[in-house]
């Protein structure tokens, strides 16, 4: 066994010839839970079926939200997931998740995004595409096209269902970026 002075994160040891129920206590009485073999089948993987998605949360006009990872649905306790849905040719209301990260990921259709604190800026994203939207960043999303759904699965870094809708004026035309780093070269032109 290593000793305590060699770790330097919290460790609790344990003879495993003690029974169950002393571990489990000993465990409760440094704010610990044992998670027992037994318990994974109550406490471990969570589905949540299509069917099941519950579209009782904060809306922004233009899209239609649904959570599916949620601490009362699946226990979850530092992340939100769901889908989101916009007609074709429709676009939300500006807003924001204040200190909440998303990523959006483009099931199908190609959406555009609209961001700043005008939405001066805009990119497209098309089916496999990833979106990051940092914390409180003004923006928008739109269905970019005309006659297909736009279908995205939606992840937030926390449980609050932050949704701040604005009122705010917009630049016309935005400025279009284009994400360019070491991993993401200038595309030709």
């Not at 206590?25 to 027992?36: A, C, D, K, P, Q």
């Not at 998740?97 to 190609?110: A, N, R, T």
């Not at 914390?135 to 870094?157: G, K």
Request: proline content about 7%.
């Amino acid at each position: 066994m290593a000793s305590a002075s060699k770790r330097s994160e919290p460790y609790v040891e344990i003879d495993v010839r003690q029974s169950h129920h002393i571990i489990s206590r000993s465990l409760r009485n440094r704010g610990m839970t044992l998670i027992t073999k037994a318990d994974w089948k109550l406490h471990g993987v969570r589905i949540v079926h299509s069917e099941d998605l519950d579209a009782n949360t904060p809306q922004t006009p233009g899209m239609n939200r649904a959570a599916a990872i949620t601490h009362a649905r699946a226990g979850a306790s530092k992340l939100w997931a769901g889908t989101v849905s916009i007609h074709p040719n429709a676009k939300t209301g500006a807003h924001h998740h204040g200190e909440l990260e998303s990523v959006i990921y483009v099931v199908k259709g190609k959406a555009r995004m609209r961001w700043g604190d005008r939405l001066e800026f805009t990119a497209e994203a098309g089916a496999g595409d990833f979106i990051y939207v940092p914390p409180f960043v003004p923006h928008q999303e739109i269905n970019a096209s005309t006659d297909e759904p736009l279908e995205c699965v939606l992840v937030r870094s926390g449980q609050e269902p932050i949704v701040v809708n604005l009122d705010i004026p917009t630049v016309e035309p935005p400025e279009e970026v284009r994400w360019i780093d070491d991993v993401h070269p200038k595309a030709p032109q």
